[in-house]
């Protein structure tokens, strides 16, 4: 079955703790990017990677931090510089063209963050 | 920065109605997708549109790329309580740098009553 696993489903953290979501795709897909969703409002990008080793910041990656040593695998360390971080992760993947644009990003089930 | 604009923000029908909602932007897409997320679960992509004046179904669901490519639009017929659901558009910008990256819109949030 391919897909795009994220773990834990449900996450406490008390403040001032760093903690770290897991993806990981076994879609051999070339991208891969994290998002972040606060009740009622759509996504925004945190950061994002087209390649092993490489990875850019999004639109509000402060606070946060990533690693992409493996193509199958992306994970998010949320710091405890990050102001408001009770919010639910969404990771996605997608192919790239040869171009390099973007095709269907296909998402995970998230991860609900809750800090105490 | 560039914005997606959706409409309705919500809805609440009868079960059995149609639904209709919009996507637009004043700058040019050259995809639309269109993704439904249930209650804490991720996006599932229901409709990918990649050419002006495409129509496309997906068993109840039809949606369309606008031809001035700067609009799209989802149709939902004779719906059921299972299409309880936010709906998102997304896209990338036409001549961005090919980065994979999309914009998405704040989208519609659907309430079916039996």
């Known amino acids: 079955d391919g897909g795009i696993t994220q773990s834990p489903k449900y996450l406490f953290r008390k403040e001032g703790q760093n903690v770290t979501l897991s993806c990981e795709q076994n879609?051999?897909?070339?991208?891969m990017y994290w998002y972040r969703q606060d009740p009622g409002q759509g996504l925004r990008l945190i950061y994002y990677s087209q390649i092993v080793n490489d990875f850019q910041k999004g639109d509000i990656a402060e606070g946060y931090s990533v690693s992409r040593e493996k193509k199958e695998s992306f994970p998010l360390t949320v710091t405890s510089a990050q102001k408001n971080p009770t919010a639910f992760y969404l990771c996605?993947?997608?192919?790239?063209?040869?171009?390099?644009?973007?095709?269907?990003?296909?998402f995970g089930p998230g991860t609900r963050l809750t800090v105490l | 920065g560039q914005q997606l604009n959706q409409s309705p923000q919500s809805m609440f029908i009868q079960e059995g109605e149609d639904v209709s909602m919009n996507c637009t932007s004043s700058s040019i897409f050259n995809t639309w997708l269109w993704y439904k997320q249930e209650p804490g679960e991720g996006p599932v992509l229901l409709i990918a549109?990649?050419?002006?004046?495409e129509l496309t179904s997906n068993g109840r669901l039809t949606a369309q790329f606008g031809i001035t490519r700067k609009d799209s639009f989802l149709n939902i017929s004779a719906s059921i309580p299972s299409d309880v659901g936010i709906y998102f558009c997304a896209g990338p910008l036409h001549g961005s740098s090919n980065t994979g990256k999309l914009i998405f819109g704040q989208g519609t949030t659907l309430q079916v009553k039996p």
């Open positions: 996605a993947s997608s192919i790239l063209t040869l171009y390099g644009g973007s095709s269907e990003q296909f």
């Open positions: 549109l990649y050419k002006a004046g």
């Open positions: 879609l051999n897909h070339d991208a």
